[in-house]
């Protein structure tokens, strides 16, 4: 997927929304910005934002001298997601239809996304369940999403936020889970999964826990390493979480269903969606 006009304002905002985060100095600020802009004059819009993203946030941690500056919101969303899980797995358990409810679930987390909310580690997570258990989703692709699974040999699931993970779990556990291996980035960039993660929310102590070796916050291949190319040739499926992610993937020719919730202008333009929409969508393999 190509970087719309539409994201270069948006990137500039992220860059001020991350400086202000991590730090006071209104100079930083300005350094920041005028970096970002930069980067954003100079950017190959025939790639996905996540690459634009990913080189300014790069920049701002840099210039803070910060390898990691939202780790403390990180930890934060991680732990209020902890505390949602016995009620989480709880509503899942007791459902007509578990697996698609923890889809549901899953996508509902995808919400906690310092990109679109910087006051992500503090939202009303419960509301935002009960608002994807009353969503539309595509039966079709439920049925196409359990047929895959259960044909697959090898399933890659492809995490994206901080939070989000404790989500992801909850639907690994409706899953043959011996059968996953869940991804996570090479090294922190916003909010998104780190392999720290992983440990923190229990997940690795679940599933095989492997490093895409990118430091944007999507997965595009040619930015990822030869170790994980390797693992997602060999792989029979994916499982997608989040914009960024599906804004990177969406033209492998590898079966892929994509668990997002829509977030901006860009995704009405390209899909054809409202933002805000539940999407549950599937790439047939090529």
Do not use: W
């Amino acid at each position: 997927m190509k970087t719309y006009l539409e994201c270069l304002p948006c990137v500039m905002r992220q860059a001020l929304e991350a400086a202000r985060h991590a730090v006071a100095d209104p100079a930083i600020a300005e350094e920041t910005l005028r970096r970002a802009a930069y980067a954003v004059n100079a950017a190959d819009l025939a790639v996905p934002s996540p690459v634009l993203i990913g080189t300014v946030h790069q920049m701002i941690r840099e210039l803070l001298g910060e390898d990691d500056p939202y780790r403390a919101a990180k930890e934060s969303c991680n732990r209020n997601a902890l505390r949602l899980y016995p009620e989480l797995k709880r509503i899942i358990e007791t459902s007509t239809y578990p697996l698609e409810t923890a889809v549901r679930i899953a996508i509902a987390g995808n919400a906690i996304d310092f990109v679109v909310d910087p006051d992500a580690d503090r939202s009303d997570l419960m509301s935002l369940v009960e608002l994807a258990l009353a969503a539309p989703l595509s039966n079709e692709t439920m049925a196409a999403f359990v047929e895959a699974v259960e044909r697959a040999r090898a399933v890659l699931y492809v995490g994206d936020n901080a939070g989000e993970i404790v989500f992801d779990r909850l639907l690994i556990e409706q899953l043959p889970a011996y059968k996953i291996a869940y991804v996570v980035r090479g090294r922190p960039v916003i909010n998104d999964v780190t392999m720290s993660d992983a440990r923190a929310t229990g997940l690795s102590d679940l599933v095989e826990v492997i490093s895409s070796g990118s430091n944007i916050p999507g997965t595009l291949l040619s930015r990822c390493s030869g170790e994980f190319r390797a693992r997602f040739d060999q792989a029979d499926l994916v499982i997608s979480k989040g914009q960024g992610n599906f804004e990177s993937l969406d033209d492998t020719g590898k079966e892929t269903f994509f668990l997002f919730k829509a977030k901006c202008l860009v995704m009405q333009l390209h899909v054809g969606c409202r933002i805000g929409d539940l999407m549950f969508l599937r790439q047939k393999s090529a």
